[in-house]
Structures are given as structure tokens and as C-alpha cells.
């Protein structure tokens, strides 16, 4: 366990859905869901969309990796880019994988090697030399990381079923809520509960509150509506993410002008951005 006890986080993908990429996305990003979390000197990511590619390159050229990798879901964004992990493929590599038991019949081991198998994908999970350790839970469960990470879960409303994190380390709360749909006139209790006085906290804004009125049952949220989370739990900063992917630059421009102004503490979610607590 790590003396070092500062924490910092990384986003490498902050878009839902679908990855993105071009001339009209390059300022925020168009890579999937994936944040890299740093406690002391050991990692931890949320979520194995494509930003874990570019992720994955960052590391030291053939340096084995050790990482905790806790999935929000299994829906295919937040999964995809898993298989363009280099360090997965190193022997001296060791991946722990945890994720709620979203469907009794699956286990995400059994998830993750559905998706690389034929006729889906050339090289099977088995492939990957790295150790892997596969942990599913139940969402509400909590539990510990071997860096001494303490980890508490909860339920999201999303299809399939996904799971909120709150991470604690050397004094320092980050809590990751994607995918999940608000229920208007109300606040979910488990969300507030689980992001109360939490430094980070990151949310689920697929949506404005206009066009929500058109995707009401696609289980995602707003930004408006993770800004009243955000205020009424009393959180150090809001991060708006998992954007849609029709939101170009410049329209992420203008939420993230509103959002600021409706909430002076909101750093919208970029590729490239790293918080520092």
C-alpha cells in the first residue's frame, strides 16, 4: 500500500453513445467514456471505452501495468476500446476488472469475452497475456482497492442496469454517476447520498433539459439536472460528462457557459483535462 497519498484524475474520453471524432469535436473530444484516477502511485480507471486507447499509449513503452479497472456498465462504449489496450498484452501486466451484476446470467468476464470473440472480434480475451482478476458485486456493495482505495457503490437508473462509484483516497471523494436518468420533480437519494461532500464529483449530461423532452427512456441525464445534485450535496466541483455526440464544440462552448454560470464550480469535462486534489 502507497505512503504517497495525493489523488489527480485524467479524462481520455468524456463522450457517450458513440465515439465522435473531427474537426468539430477536437477541442472537448470524441472519445468514449474513460478516466484515469491516480491514488498515490497507483491507478485506477472508470470505464474501457476508446479513451482507453490513447490511455494505454501514454504508459512507458513495454512497461507492465497495474491497474484497478472499475466498469459503470457493459453497453458497448464503455467497453469498446478495451481490446486496443496494449499493456493488456503484457505478461507482467495485472488487471483487476469489478463491476455490478447488472443480469444474474452474466458475469462481466463472460461480458468482456462475448465481445472479443468471433464473428465480433479476431483475438479472444484469453489472449491477453496480462493476469486478470474479474470481481463482480452487487450495486450498494462497498469494497476496498488493494491500493487501499475505499470503494462505495450504487444502483443507476440506465437500461441493462449500471452502477455509480464513490472513490476515497488520503482524505480526498471522487464519485463517477454515468449512465443514469434523472425522474423530474425529484432528486434520486442514492446518487446524493453517495456524492455528498464529495471534491469531484463526475455526471452523466448526455442531454439539456430541452432535448431531454425527446429522449425521456434512453437513460441518461442533464446538465441541469447534475448541477442541482451538485449544489444540494454540497460538492467541491461539478464536472458535466459522457456528452452527446451531436454536441460540437461549439455547442459545448455555450453549456459549459451556462453551466458555469448556473453553477460557479463546474469544469466541464475535456480530453486531456487533469484535476489535481
Known sequence: MSTNKSVSITFWGVRGSIACPGPETKEFGGNTSCVEVLCGDNRVILDA??????????????????????????????IIGLPHFEPAYDEGSHLRFWAGKFLEENTVEAVLGMMMKAPLFPVSLGSMAARKDFNDFRAGDTFELSCGAQVRTCALNHRDGATGYRI??????????TDTEHVEGTHDEKILSLIDGADVFIYDTTYTDEEYQSYRGRGH?????GAALAERAGVGTYVPFHHGP???DKFMTKIERYAKDRLENTVMAREGLTLTL
Open 221 to 225: 441525464s442533464t446538465w441541469q439536472e
Open 246 to 248: 451531436t454536441h460540437d
Open 168 to 177: 476515497e483516497y488520503g482524505g480526498r471523494t471522487i464519485c463517477y454517476v
Open 49 to 78: 471505452g476508446t479513451g482507453i486507447r490513447p490511455l494505454g499509449a501514454s504508459f512507458e513503452s513495454g512497461a507492465p501495468v497495474d491497474v484497478d479497472i472499475l466498469l459503470s456498465h457493459t453497453h458497448l462504449d464503455h
